[in-house]
């Protein structure tokens, strides 16, 4: 079975397009190809999460993406989270159940975020959002949450994130080390990132079908 690396960040808009793509593209070629998130964490090299940002990417990058079915935030402005970290913790705690519990985890998070407005930032959502998930062992997540054991993997990834290695989120690493950032997607912003407003310049889905084939 064939692996590809996933680099993202669970509040990255384009990393959700990129994976609903891909998986898409999986699917129609019936290719035998699987993913292994990692942890490209935006706010430890730009801050906290800023509402204003992820709002303006939903309307812009929900133009070229229905699936995703893009929201601006809807809930209580004191439950946007602007932090990620735990539920990242999450992703590699069911990584170790099996690459598919972790795929199926990011998925869910990044679904209960962008469309439901759901606070992935706290513990209980988090579980909540695993527990509608089959391919994972709810109990065995908490308890390596509460444990804090991965938070680990996450710093580790930051570290790698930090290099020339990772260009940013998404970054798709195949399995003979060439990599692939936000692909098909050109953008650019109109005024200040979080003030301003996402423009797609460029947007070809088809490069997903090159990029499996590749893999």
Avoid at 25 to 44: M, Y
Avoid at 84 to 101: C, F, I, R, S
Wanted: proline fraction near 6%; glycine fraction near 8%; charge should be negative.
């Amino acid at each position: 079975m064939t692996t590809i690396q996933v680099w993202s960040d669970l509040l990255c808009p384009f990393a959700y397009v990129g994976l609903l793509r891909l998986r898409r593209a999986r699917a129609r070629l019936g290719l035998d190809v699987q993913l292994e998130h990692h942890t490209f964490p935006l706010e430890l090299f730009d801050g906290p999460h800023p509402r204003r940002g992820t709002d303006t990417e939903a309307v812009g990058v929900g133009r070229i993406e229905p699936e995703g079915q893009f929201r601006v935030w809807a809930g209580p402005d004191d439950q946007y989270p602007h932090t990620v970290l735990l539920a990242a913790e999450a992703v590699h705690a069911a990584n170790a159940q099996g690459l598919e519990a972790g795929e199926e985890l990011d998925l869910a998070l990044r679904q209960a975020f962008w469309t439901h407005s759901r606070s992935i930032s706290h513990r209980k959502v988090i579980l909540d959002v695993a527990g509608a998930v089959p391919a994972i062992d709810t109990e065995a997540l908490a308890t390596a949450l509460d444990s804090g054991r991965h938070r680990a993997d996450v710093m580790a990834d930051f570290a790698v994130a930090q290099t020339d290695m990772i260009k940013g989120s998404p970054t798709f690493v195949l399995a003979d080390g060439s990599t692939a950032t936000n692909p098909g997607i050109e953008v650019h912003w109109d005024g200040p990132w979080a003030a301003g407003f996402p423009v797609i310049d460029a947007d070809d889905a088809t490069v997903y079908d090159e990029l499996l084939k590749r893999a």
